[in-house]
């Protein structure tokens, strides 16, 4: 188990874009090695997805997937666990949806966001098998967020309002004094 300092808005990596991984490098050691950290690392830090470069590693590699978690107890079948290397989204012509999101990158944070619906995701897998989906709805939000991080951009490049965001415990607060229940974030 190996879980590595997951890098926070400011740091200049998170802004790199990402490098293709070779096909034929896809089963190697080094890559074996990366997936194990990075879902140690997200796990250890209770998130639902994470890209290489939020570990330092500006290779084009993301994880998503959990079971359950206290963070997301609507969610209870969790999301489907998936390794996507070199992942391409189209974006298909569908309307936008929109929701809190958070990062494991702007911890204690969350900003409303609205992203396309339905997106056609086209990926390798570890075991260097080639996928090509039509995704949409929760999960679709998940992916364009993770594929983000992999041309250096983070959720709050993509923001509504600059005032739907903030720390998750003011706005909670003021969710609470509004009489509204505090939002759930992506
Ligand atoms: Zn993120």
């Not at 140690?40 to 998503?64: F, H, N, T, W, Y």
């Not at 390798?124 to 709805?137: A, L, N, S, V, W």
Request: aromatic share 8%.
């Amino acid at each position: 188990m190996a879980v590595r300092k997951i890098l926070r808005i400011g740091h200049p990596l998170l802004r790199q874009k990402s490098e293709e991984v070779p096909v034929t490098e896809i089963r190697s050691s080094e890559i074996k090695k990366l997936i194990r950290d990075m879902y140690d690392s997200m796990e250890s830090a209770d998130g639902i997805g994470l890209a290489a470069p939020q570990i330092g590693v500006l290779k084009r590699v993301v994880v998503v997937g959990f079971y359950r978690t206290d963070r997301y107890p609507e969610l209870k079948d969790g999301i489907e666990r998936r390794i996507l290397i070199n992942p391409e989204i189209e974006v298909l012509d569908s309307p936008e949806v929109g929701f809190w999101e958070g990062c494991l990158s702007v911890p204690d944070m969350r900003g409303y966001v609205e992203r396309k619906r339905k997106i056609r995701l086209k990926f390798y897998d570890e075991k260097e098998e080639f996928h090509d989906e039509i995704i949409e709805g929760f999960d679709a939000v998940v992916y364009q967020h993770e594929c983000d991080h992999l041309n250096g951009i983070l959720y709050v490049d993509r923001l509504k309002d600059p005032n739907l965001f903030g720390y998750n415990d003011e706005l909670d607060m003021a969710d609470r004094s509004a009489g509204k229940e505090p939002a759930q974030v992506v």
